[in-house]
C-alpha cells in the first residue's frame, strides 16, 4: 500500500462518506453490532482532501473535494456564493478539510462492488497499520476486513483483517463483478470532481 508522506504526517480530523445509495459504503451509517464485512479491490488508495460545504439558502450539506490540501483561497473559490464552509460538531470553528483514502471494494454483505471513502484518521490509521505491515501487504488483496461501528462516550470505528473464509465468499464472483464494473468505465479519481466513480455520464 502507498502512501504519501503528506498523509502519514497528517494528524487531520474527520468528515462523513459521499454519494448515493448502494455504490458506497458508508460506515458511518453502520449499526452497532452489525460489522460491514468487504475485500480490497485495489492495493492503493485514491488520496484528496474533503471538506463540506452548507448551503446558505437551506442548510443542506455538499461535500467539496480537492487532490491537495486546499488554501482558504481556494476553499472560498470552490464554494463560490451559495455556500460555506460547514462548522464543526461543537459549533466553535470551522470544520478543517480531511485527508481522504478511497478504495473500490467488494461488500461480501451485498455481494457488491461500493466505493469506500475514508475520512476518519482514525480509522484511516488502521487501514496504513495493516497495508503497511509485511505480514499483510504481499497480498492484501487476499484478506477479509471487518469494519464496525461502537458507540460508547464517542463513536468509534474497529478495523479487523480476517483471514478469507472461501466457503462463504465466492472470489470468482467478486472478480467478475469487479471485472464487470470495470468495463462500464469505473474511474475512482472521478470522486475528485463530484462525480460518479461508475459511470462517465
Not at 492503493?44 to 473535494?65: C, H, I, Q, T
Not at 503497511?132 to 484478506?143: E, P, T
Request: with cysteine; glycine share 4%.
Amino acid at each position: 500500500m502507498k502512501l504519501s508522506s503528506s498523509f502519514l504526517e497528517s494528524i487531520e480530523q474527520e468528515n462523513e462518506g459521499s454519494s448515493s445509495k448502494d455504490n458506497y459504503l458508508r460506515y458511518t451509517k453502520l449499526e452497532q453490532g452489525k460489522p460491514a464485512n468487504f475485500s480490497l479491490l485495489e492495493q492503493d488508495p485514491v488520496e484528496y482532501w474533503l471538506l463540506w460545504g452548507e448551503a446558505k439558502e437551506n442548510g443542506s450539506m455538499k461535500p467539496f473535494r480537492f487532490l491537495k490540501q486546499p488554501t482558504a483561497d481556494e476553499i472560498d473559490l470552490e464554494l463560490g456564493s451559495d455556500y460555506v464552509q460547514s462548522m464543526n460538531y461543537d459549533k466553535t470553528a470551522v470544520r478543517k478539510p480531511s485527508q481522504c483514502l478511497t478504495w473500490p471494494v467488494y461488500n461480501w454483505d451485498m455481494n457488491k462492488v461500493q466505493v469506500l471513502e475514508v475520512s476518519h484518521i482514525s480509522l484511516a490509521r488502521q487501514f496504513a497499520k495493516y497495508g503497511l505491515n509485511k505480514k499483510y501487504s504481499k497480498n492484501l488483496l487476499d484478506w477479509d476486513f471487518e469494519l464496525s461501528k461502537i458507540k460508547a462516550d464517542m463513536v468509534r470505528y474497529e478495523l479487523l483483517i480476517v483471514p478469507r473464509d472461501e466457503d462463504e465468499h465466492n472470489e470468482t464472483q467478486m472478480e467478475k463483478a469487479w471485472l464487470q464494473v470495470q468495463k462500464g468505465g469505473f474511474d475512482l479519481n472521478r470522486m475528485v470532481t463530484g462525480e460518479d466513480p461508475f459511470s462517465e455520464s
